[in-house]
């Protein structure tokens, strides 16, 4: 994929909800196109829905991009920025594309059933381009006041997409869009594209539920005299069953999944891989991510979402984390034993949390697993003197070998029951030193310790 010379970005979420991973992948094939091409990645609140926008769910998106590594450049609220809307919507009316209507729903609704019985599609039939001024002033007299749609030119609005490739939509069976409700408030679509051009936007990643969109902005775009960003719509996430996503499913929300314990990491490879050609694989960065991901690779099928899939993805991520990252993660977590530590025990952990059961292992106390006295008794008694190091594991166990005759799981088995009270593990040899003679030496007595 050749760079492309720093392009600006946005995400555009809706304050009504938190992020799931769903709409977290807009977010992250921004960002990742932002980083890999050093482009600037703006944030921006489409908070034109009044009633459903909330500033706690903006503050919490904020929180949800931080944890996944998405640092904004610039944010921007959609409800600032209301008088470049009407600036925009004011020229839109003055050059005759944007026009009064004052149907109401339940007229809509029905003037679309019986086109729907006539075997006619249900576009909107432009009455109100045909109102005279006499029956405009009646409306206003009758206190109704007007919603606004947008004059669509019928012909088809072509594009090349950064997934699709070629992409095309007959403007001709749309209806024309209503970008101003009878209230006087936004709908999504204008604001979005005067915010694009303000913001200088030149690539738009979104998702293909947007498909349609793009070609009546295009044409919104044409009308203001701009220039139309590159656009690219990537596939939606359904559930491993198939079901769409919707932010009713909280178990799915990137707070719950940081919650359940999940790699940010994890959750971004698994977002920007899952249902493209590329395979789904651990990484240590989202930089390195960034250079994984190509757009043109992301399948035009939806992709499915599998929890197991994240649970197996997020326990290689954190297998193969390196010290430094995990170095201030153990700190806060109380817990020392630095890289040895880490080394040790990393590829036995599912998710990091787990580590804390190893430090106790090592630090705490465990209660030992003893089947055979004697012949615990005959493995300290060979135990070499002095501190435990890295030599210390192959000297003991052939010692132990030489004297009881075991080998094998019949040699390490008690030796791992007895020290750790578990039948599973990591190697236990860079464990030694860790624990220390002393609390190896009363572990095989058979005391809690
Ligand atoms: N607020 C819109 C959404 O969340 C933004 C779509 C876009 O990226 O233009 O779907």
Same mark, same amino acid.
């Given at each position: 994929?050749?760079?492309?010379?720093?392009?600006?970005?946005?995400?555009?979420?809706?304050?009504?909800?938190?992020?799931?991973?769903?709409?977290?992948?807009?977010?992250?094939?921004?960002?990742?196109?932002?980083?890999?091409?050093?482009?600037?990645?703006?944030?921006?609140?489409?908070? /034109?829905?009044?009633?459903?926008? /909330?500033? =706690?769910?903006?503050?919490?998106?904020?929180?949800?991009?931080?944890?996944?590594?998405?640092?904004?450049?610039?944010?921007?609220?959609?409800?600032?920025?209301?008088?470049?809307?009407?600036?925009?919507?004011?020229?839109?009316?003055?050059?005759?594309?944007? $026009?009064?209507?004052?149907?109401?729903?339940?007229?809509?609704?029905?003037?679309?059933?019986?086109?729907?019985?006539?075997?006619?599609?249900?576009? $909107?039939?432009?009455?109100?381009?045909?109102?005279?001024?006499?029956?405009?002033?009646?409306?206003?007299? &009758?206190?109704?006041?007007?919603?606004?749609?947008?004059?669509?030119?019928?012909?088809?609005?072509?594009?090349?997409?950064?997934?699709?490739?070629?992409?095309?939509?007959?403007?001709?069976?749309?209806?024309?869009?209503?970008?101003?409700?009878?209230?006087?408030?936004?709908? $999504?679509?204008?604001?979005?594209?005067?915010?694009?051009?303000?913001?200088?936007?030149?690539?738009?990643?979104?998702?293909?539920?947007?498909?349609?969109?793009?070609?009546?902005?295009?044409?919104?775009? &044409?009308?203001?005299?701009?220039?139309?960003?590159?656009?690219?719509?990537?596939?939606?996430?359904?559930?491993?069953?198939?079901?769409?996503?919707?932010?009713?499913?909280?178990?799915?929300?990137?707070?719950?999944?940081?919650?359940?314990?999940?790699?940010?990491?994890?959750?971004?490879?698994?977002?920007?891989?899952?249902?493209?050609?590329?395979?789904?694989?651990?990484?240590?960065?989202?930089?390195?991510?960034?250079?994984?991901?190509?757009?043109?690779?992301?399948?035009?099928?939806?992709?499915?979402?599998? &929890?197991?899939?994240?649970?197996?993805?997020?326990?290689?991520?954190?297998?193969?984390?390196?010290?430094?990252?995990?170095?201030?993660?153990?700190?806060?977590?109380?817990?020392?034993?630095?890289?040895?530590?880490?080394?040790?025990?990393?590829?036995?952990?599912?998710?990091?949390?787990?580590?804390?059961?190893?430090?106790?292992?090592?630090?705490?106390?465990?209660?030992?697993?003893?089947?055979?006295?004697?012949?615990?008794?005959?493995?300290?008694?060979?135990?070499?003197?002095?501190?435990?190091?890295?030599? /210390?594991?192959?000297?003991?166990?052939?010692?132990?070998?030489?004297?009881?005759?075991?080998?094998?799981? =019949?040699?390490?088995?008690?030796?791992?029951?007895?020290?750790?009270?578990?039948?599973?593990?990591?190697?236990?040899?860079?464990?030694?030193?860790?624990?220390?003679?002393?609390?190896?030496?009363?572990?095989?007595?058979?005391?809690?310790?």
């Amino acid at each position: 994929m050749a760079l492309i010379p720093a392009p600006t970005v946005r995400f555009a979420p809706s304050p009504t909800g938190r992020l799931h991973i769903g709409n977290a992948r807009p977010a992250l094939f921004n960002w990742l196109f932002a980083l890999r091409h050093g482009g600037r990645f703006i944030l921006r609140f489409d908070d /034109t829905d009044k009633e459903r926008s /909330t500033q =706690a769910f903006a503050e919490g998106i904020a929180e949800d991009l931080g944890w996944l590594g998405v640092a904004p450049h610039a944010v921007f609220r959609q409800s600032d920025r209301t008088a470049l809307y009407d600036a925009a919507s004011d020229r839109l009316r003055a050059s005759g594309r944007l $026009y009064a209507c004052y149907e109401t729903p339940d007229e809509l609704d029905r003037r679309r059933k019986r086109q729907l019985a006539r075997g006619l599609p249900p576009i $909107y039939d432009r009455a109100g381009l045909r109102l005279t001024d006499a029956e405009r002033a009646a409306h206003a007299a &009758e206190g109704r006041a007007p919603h606004w749609r947008f004059l669509l030119e019928p012909r088809q609005v072509a594009w090349t997409d950064l997934v699709r490739g070629d992409a095309h939509v007959d403007c001709a069976s749309l209806s024309d869009p209503v970008l101003i409700r009878a209230d006087g408030g936004y709908l $999504y679509t204008l604001p979005s594209v005067v915010d694009d051009l303000d913001m200088g936007i030149t690539h738009v990643i979104r998702g293909e539920d947007h498909v349609t969109n793009t070609a009546v902005q295009i044409q919104i775009i &044409e009308a203001l005299g701009g220039t139309a960003p590159v656009f690219g719509h990537h596939n939606l996430l359904t559930t491993a069953s198939g079901e769409g996503l919707s932010k009713r499913l909280g178990h799915l929300s990137l707070a719950s999944l940081r919650d359940a314990g999940m790699e940010p990491l994890a959750v971004a490879a698994l977002a920007v891989l899952v249902g493209s050609a590329d395979a789904v694989r651990p990484v240590d960065s989202l930089d390195e991510l960034a250079g994984l991901v190509d757009l043109a690779h992301v399948s035009r099928a939806p992709a499915r979402f599998d &929890e197991a899939e994240l649970e197996h993805l997020n326990a290689r991520v954190v297998q193969q984390m390196p010290w430094e990252a995990a170095a201030p993660r153990l700190a806060a977590l109380g817990i020392g034993g630095g890289e040895a530590f880490w080394l040790a025990i990393r590829g036995n952990l599912a998710r990091l949390s787990d580590v804390e059961g190893w430090w106790r292992i090592v630090a705490g106390e465990v209660e030992p697993v003893v089947e055979d006295r004697d012949f615990l008794a005959a493995a300290l008694a060979s135990l070499p003197e002095g501190n435990c190091d890295a030599g /210390t594991w192959k000297l003991w166990t052939d010692a132990v070998k030489a004297t009881t005759g075991a080998k094998g799981k =019949a040699l390490f088995m008690p030796l791992r029951r007895a020290l750790t009270g578990l039948d599973h593990g990591p190697e236990l040899g860079p464990l030694l030193p860790l624990m220390g003679r002393d609390r190896i030496a009363r572990r095989l007595r058979g005391e809690k310790a």
